[in-house]
């Protein structure tokens, strides 16, 4: 079994920082693209931004610039670091992780249960 969980959301002002770390563990051999999505009220779930196993990122128009996503493969960990939010970055924000439990078996997408970011004065 694999057990993924986001933490880091909360309640900033416009211009704050946050930071997101979502964390992998249980049964993992391999985990291959890792990313971030959102979903606001009454929208649909969006890319946020998304990140290899090498490492290589590509990132929503919306958020290039201001948002950073890293990942620390030995931890099982890809973290979403955002500057400069903007009330319109509020949302809840998942994990999705592309992950191969074991070596005889094919990778499969993995989220989390989400954590809510709001950004408002």
């Known amino acids: 079994q694999v057990q993924v969980v986001e933490s880091g959301g909360g309640l900033v002002q416009p211009g704050g920082s946050l930071r997101l770390s979502c964390v992998a563990s249980?049964?993992?051999?391999?985990?291959?693209?890792m990313g971030w999505y959102r979903q606001a009220p009454g929208k649909e779930r969006e890319l946020v931004a998304h990140?290899?196993?090498?490492?290589?990122?590509n990132y929503a128009d919306s958020v290039k610039g201001r948002f950073t996503i890293f990942r620390e493969n030995a931890k099982n960990t890809v973290y979403l670091q955002m500057n400069s939010l903007k009330p319109e970055d509020t949302a809840v924000y998942y994990c999705?992780?592309?992950?191969?439990?074991?070596?005889?078996?094919?990778?499969?997408?993995?989220w989390g249960q989400g954590t809510q970011v709001t950004v408002s004065s």
């Open positions: 999705n992780l592309d992950l191969q439990s074991r070596y005889w078996t094919l990778s499969r997408n993995y």
């Open positions: 249980g049964n993992i051999f391999r985990i291959n693209a």
């Open positions: 990140i290899s196993r090498d490492s290589i990122t």
